[in-house]
């Protein structure tokens, strides 16, 4: 049963996001999320008080109990006084008080859960950790959006940019290069455009170049005014993509030493 609400979780997390998403991340080079955050107690234990702080207010996790997080090297009293909100309980799922319908009013769809979501963003084309933290770190001011952020792996995301004060101001060049031909001649080739944003999200657009050769897709290079801000919000969204991966499988670490010991036996057994 677990199985099956897991998957419909997925499914639904999948559903509610648009599909150019998708096509977005498989086109754009992503950031490599640091693996060994997620084998980290301290990365895990910040990352739940991230997501706790400011995640949960939109994001539930209700496929989630908040004692599961004994496993990342939380007490009970703990989880109780620092991480759970309101009236919850230990033995509770993360659940948010807005319903649906009201979240579905103020933001014109229900915001995902995020119990499986690491999961929900693998895809053929790349890891659902890289596309989650290229995301987190993928934000930029644009004066022309409704929210005033954009966003390089979600182009005209809904979601603000919550760790902006954290992460600090920076600027961005964003090359795009898409297939082009020629209407007059018919020649074929590859139009590269040229976009950087300032601190404010002022876009200044270069002259669009014609490409002999080369490859659909985006780069991005950003230019943070605060590096030191910089650096160590990079680290608090590696660690919050570390504790979305352990919710997605709480139970993988403990698969994988089970695993090693039931090699180790198989191949005393066998010599």
Same mark, same amino acid.
Not at 98 to 110: E, I, L, R, V
Not at 174 to 189: C, N, W, Y
């Given at each position: ?72 090297? @939380? ?7 620092? @991480? ?14 807005? *319903? ?10 229900? $915001? ?10 693998? *895809? ?7 596309? @989650? ?93 605060? $590096? ?28 994988? *030493? ?14």
């Amino acid at each position: 049963m677990k199985t099956i609400l897991s998957r419909c979780a997925a499914a639904l997390a999948a559903l509610l996001v648009s599909g150019s998403v998708l096509a977005a991340g498989a086109e754009l080079q992503l950031d490599k999320w640091p693996t060994a955050r997620g084998r980290n107690l301290a990365a895990l234990q910040n990352g739940a008080r991230l997501f706790s702080n400011y995640c949960l207010g939109c994001h539930s996790a209700n496929l989630v109990r908040w004692n599961r997080l004994q496993q990342i090297g @939380l007490d009970d009293r703990q989880i109780r006084d620092f @991480l759970i909100p309101g009236n919850q309980k230990v033995g509770d799922t993360m659940k948010i008080a807005a *319903s649906p319908a009201h979240q579905k009013a103020w933001f014109g769809k229900t $915001p995902p859960d995020l119990s499986v979501i690491t999961r929900a963003r693998t *895809s053929f084309d790349f890891r659902g950790v890289d596309y @989650l933290f290229t995301l987190l770190r993928g934000y930029y001011r644009d004066a022309s959006s409704p929210t005033g952020w954009n966003n390089v792996a979600y182009p005209n995301i809904g979601m603000p940019h919550i760790f902006w004060e954290s992460q600090g101001p920076r600027e961005v060049t964003i090359e795009e290069v898409h297939a082009h031909r020629d209407p007059k001649t018919g020649h074929a080739g590859f139009l590269k455009t040229v976009t950087t944003y300032d601190a404010d999200g002022i876009a200044t657009k270069g002259e669009p170049q014609l490409l002999a050769s080369g490859r659909e897709g985006s780069t991005h290079t950003f230019r943070p005014l605060d $590096p030191a801000k910089a650096r160590q919000f990079d680290a608090d969204a590696a660690d919050l993509v570390a504790f979305l991966a352990f919710i997605t499988d709480p139970s993988a670490g403990m698969r994988v *030493s089970i695993g090693v010991w039931v090699m180790l036996f198989l191949g005393l057994f066998t010599i």
